[in-house]
Each structure stands twice: as structure tokens, then as C-alpha cells.
């Protein structure tokens, strides 16, 4: 299992990164003109935010390439030895399956709405169908639970870090998505704010 886990693993997030950021925003972009990726380099909290984001992918991305690589360098991550075990890496495996499927949809479902951060120069329409009548932020959801599941697969101190700082950021981009929303499409949003939880 360890050494499937060692070709796998990479790959799957290769796959994840092109499928749930390249993708879409190249689909986006070729319909509508517009750029999705809203993240600038200002020192605004918003961009500050998407630096983050960047930062913790990078962080996830090292530590699954020091797994795959070398023995002696992923034991400088500190793995969590009472976690080891292949019934938890199989939960694991499943919760970034699983979780890479419903950001798929969800995306779908959000069609060209999609944006990676608040688009303040374009009005995209409010999503309330599909996932979204589930949870109003379902591709978040989505990105937590792949954290959550790749720590389960290499749980280390790193990939503990990046999973809680996940949830932490979302969290904090989640309330300023939910500002823009108010601004935008104001009582049509609170109806929605009230029917659906924010995650879950």
C-alpha cells in the first residue's frame, strides 16, 4: 500500500490541481473574456488571503514530493506514527476521491459564475441549485475535505499545518465572499443566507 501510495499520490494531485484551478479558469476565460483568478498582489486583505491560499498548496504539494522522494527527508515532517495505518489511509483515500467528484459538480453547477476570489468588476449570477442548495459554499467544503483526506493518507506534522490553516483561511475568505454576495445581490442573498448552511 505504502509504495502504491508513493506513485499515486502525486499524480492524483497533479490531477486534482489541473482538474479544480486550470481547468475552470481556462474554461472561463475562453467564454466569457474574464480572467476568474481575482487575486492581486495589493496589500489588501483579500489578496493577503489568496498569498495564503498559494502558500499552503505549495506546503501540501512538499510534503506529498518528500513522501514520494525520500524515506529520510519525509521523516523530518515528524509523521504521526499512531496514525499509520492502512484502514486510515483508505478513509483517506476516500475523502479526496470523494471530494475532488463534488468540486467537479460544483463547479458545474456554478458554470461561469466560477471565480477563485471576490469579483468586484464583474456581476456574476447568485448559484442556489445543484450543491449549492445543499451548502453555500460547496467548493470550499470540497477543498477541506482533500486536505482532511491527505492527512489521513501522510499524516505529518506539515499536513496537519496545512489542513488546519486550510479550514482557518476558508473560513475568513468564506465571510468576505459573503460581504461581496450581500453587496451584489442584497435581500435575494439573505433569503438564500437563511435556507442554506454555510458549509454544511
Given at each position: 500500500?505504502?509504495?502504491?501510495?508513493?506513485?499515486?499520490?502525486?499524480?492524483?494531485?497533479?490531477?486534482?490541481?489541473?482538474?479544480?484551478?486550470?481547468?475552470?479558469?481556462?474554461?472561463?476565460?475562453?467564454?466569457?473574456?474574464?480572467?476568474?483568478?481575482?487575486?492581486?498582489?495589493?496589500?489588501?486583505?483579500?489578496?493577503?488571503?489568496?498569498?495564503?491560499?498559494?502558500?499552503?498548496?505549495?506546503?501540501?504539494?512538499?510534503?506529498v514530493l518528500l513522501f514520494r522522494v525520500s524515506d529520510t527527508a519525509y521523516e523530518y515532517l515528524a509523521p504521526i506514527k499512531y496514525l499509520q495505518y492502512e484502514l486510515i489511509q483508505y478513509?483517506?483515500?476516500?475523502?479526496?476521491?470523494?471530494?475532488?467528484?463534488?468540486?467537479?459538480?460544483?463547479?458545474?453547477?456554478?458554470?461561469?459564475?466560477?471565480?477563485?476570489?471576490?469579483?468586484?468588476?464583474?456581476?456574476?449570477?447568485?448559484?442556489?441549485?445543484?450543491?449549492?442548495?445543499?451548502?453555500?459554499?460547496?467548493?470550499?467544503?470540497?477543498?477541506?475535505?482533500?486536505?482532511?483526506?491527505?492527512?489521513?493518507?501522510?499524516?505529518?506534522?506539515?499536513?496537519?499545518?496545512?489542513?488546519?490553516?486550510?479550514?482557518?483561511?476558508?473560513?475568513?475568505?468564506?465571510?468576505?465572499?459573503?460581504?461581496?454576495?450581500?453587496?451584489?445581490?442584497?435581500?435575494?442573498?439573505?433569503?438564500?443566507?437563511?435556507?442554506?448552511?454555510?458549509?454544511?
Open positions: 500500500m505504502l509504495q502504491y501510495l508513493k506513485y499515486y499520490l502525486p499524480l492524483f494531485l497533479l490531477v486534482y490541481l489541473v482538474v479544480t484551478f486550470i481547468l475552470p479558469s481556462v474554461r472561463v476565460y475562453k467564454k466569457t473574456g474574464i480572467n476568474p483568478v481575482t487575486f492581486g498582489k495589493s496589500d489588501s486583505a483579500h489578496d493577503y488571503i489568496g498569498f495564503i491560499m498559494k502558500l499552503l498548496t505549495g506546503l501540501l504539494i512538499t510534503a478513509i483517506g483515500l476516500f475523502l479526496v476521491h470523494a471530494s475532488l467528484v463534488w468540486i467537479i459538480i460544483a463547479q458545474y453547477n456554478m458554470k461561469l459564475s466560477w471565480r477563485i476570489g471576490v469579483d468586484e468588476k464583474n456581476k456574476t449570477d447568485l448559484i442556489t441549485t445543484g450543491f449549492f442548495s445543499l451548502s453555500r459554499n460547496p467548493i470550499f467544503l470540497g477543498m477541506i475535505l482533500s486536505t482532511v483526506g491527505i492527512f489521513l493518507i501522510i499524516p505529518n506534522v506539515l499536513t496537519f499545518f496545512t489542513m488546519a490553516s486550510t479550514y482557518i483561511v476558508i473560513q475568513i475568505q468564506i465571510r468576505l465572499e459573503e460581504e461581496h454576495l450581500l453587496k451584489q445581490h442584497g435581500t435575494n442573498y439573505i433569503e438564500y443566507k437563511n435556507k442554506v448552511r454555510r458549509l454544511l
